[in-house]
């Protein structure tokens, strides 16, 4: 039974504030869970609340802080922290709206979190294993982000993430290592041609190319060079967050930052389809804008078959939206980020609503993070097949990656790892 609830603001990884929620249960068991937060957001996304002050620029979360505190504490307290579908479900009643305006998004999501680790470790089971069953047994794949640009980095490359995506590795540990060596060459090549090697928000480098396609050309000789055969041990994974050059959510694209100049939702596809044909890409997530939903079937029905298409910020991890999706055939895979929806509860029925659709569904992180692990557990539990948790470096990044070479190792033998 849970006897106390509690929060406090702490920093994110790009040193803004967010919130970690306190669970403690009457068997003396203690745990904690912080919330993590995008930059390059959904228009539908729930809401996080933030304090309309001087402190932080706006950005402090004491009165989600206090919601916590006060109200999600006084309605939670006495009820089982196995009960996590009820708990989440008072919590969404208590706030009321749809969009969790009233209690703040991350204020629930962050109870929710605390509350699943909390009954895990009363009843004695890795958060994975709790949440995902017995037979839990797969490693997601990393999708790691060693290129970033879009609105994650100060840098001349419109589209957000350039993953590296190890499907050919025989396991996890592997793979990881794939990345993370031929993270280094790409290092070694930038360095070489020049260019800088800081990083961006989820640890790719930030250069500045002169193109897109230069971007994924250095990418394709650093798998060369690092001895890797691009398309069979490592491929390809796109975010392009096209909402970010797409500013007013109709079907003009403005690719700005690289001077590729203006583009219909036609001329995108078509250059999405000349990549196609060129290099190793095997997933692309919001290929076109949250509002534009027939250039994306248009995308899916060109290049669903090849590919996986992965709506994020058009889906918001919402059943409202995934469901329309899979109605007009939008995409064939759908981004699940937990405080896109704040619960969850929701989030896994999120899950359920692809798994039965036989969609994909891409668990990932925000670009603002901090060093909890949940998100590994939970992407092992979700068995998606992969997960998409930042680069090779920075702390919050590898944190995940770290706990899932420890699940990996806990298996012992047992684990799987597969793409599909
Ligand atoms: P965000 O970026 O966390 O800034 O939204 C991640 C993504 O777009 O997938
Ligand atoms: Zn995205």
């Not at 690289?258 to 997530?285: N, R, V």
């Not at 090849?306 to 999706?325: L, M, P």
């Not at 995409?331 to 659709?357: D, F």
Request: proline share 3%; with cysteine; glycine share 10%.
């Amino acid at each position: 039974k849970i006897t106390s609830i509690s929060a406090l603001e702490i920093l994110d990884s790009r040193g803004n504030p967010t919130l970690r929620a306190y669970v403690t249960l009457d068997d003396g068991t203690k745990t904690s869970a912080s919330v993590p937060s995008g930059a390059s957001t959904g228009l539908n996304e729930a809401l996080e609340l933030r304090d309309d002050e001087k402190r932080y620029n706006g950005k402090g979360v004491q009165k989600a802080v206090e919601n916590v505190n006060k109200k999600i504490a006084t309605a939670l307290t006495g009820m089982h922290a196995v009960d996590q579908k009820a708990i989440d479900y008072t919590m969404i009643e208590l706030d009321g709206t749809e969009n969790k305006s009233k209690l703040g998004a991350n204020a629930i999501l962050g109870v929710s979190m605390a509350v699943a680790k909390a009954a895990a470790v009363s009843s004695n089971l890795p958060l994975y294993r709790y949440l995902g069953g017995s037979n839990t047994l797969r490693i997601p794949v990393p999708c790691m982000n060693i290129l970033n640009g879009g609105e994650h980095a100060d840098n001349s490359v419109d589209f957000q993430e350039f993953m590296l995506v190890p499907h050919g590795a025989p396991n996890f540990k592997e793979g990881l290592r794939y990345v993370a060596e031929t993270f280094h060459v790409l290092k070694k090549i930038l360095k070489d041609k020049g260019l800088a090697t800081s990083v961006g928000d989820e640890g790719g480098f930030a250069p500045n190319c002169a193109s897109n396609e230069i971007a994924i050309e250095f990418i394709i000789k650093a798998i060369e060079q690092a001895g890797y055969q691009s398309g069979k041990d490592l491929s390809i994974a796109i975010d392009s967050a096209a909402n970010s050059f797409s500013p007013n959510l109709d079907d003009k694209y403005d690719l700005t930052k690289s001077g590729a100049g203006k583009m219909t939702t036609d001329q995108l596809i078509d250059l999405s389809g000349e990549w196609l044909k060129k290099y190793p890409i095997i997933s692309w997530e919001d290929p076109l804008s949250e509002g534009d939903w027939d250039g994306f079937s248009k995308f899916t029905k060109k290049f669903g078959d090849k590919i996986e298409v992965v709506g994020d910020d058009i889906f918001v991890t919402n059943r409202k939206y995934i469901s329309r999706g899979i109605s007009e055939k939008t995409a064939n895979s759908a981004l699940i980020k937990l405080n896109q929806i704040g619960s969850v509860t929701e989030t896994i029925e999120a899950v359920q609503m692809c798994r039965e659709a036989g969609w994909r569904y891409f668990l990932s992180h925000r670009s603002g993070e901090t060093e909890d692990t949940f998100l590994a557990d939970f992407a092992v539990a979700m068995d998606g097949g992969h997960l998409k948790a930042g680069s090779a470096c920075r702390g919050e990044r590898v944190s995940k990656y770290n706990r899932l070479l420890e699940i990996e190792h806990e298996l012992k033998g047992r684990a799987e790892y597969r793409w599909k």
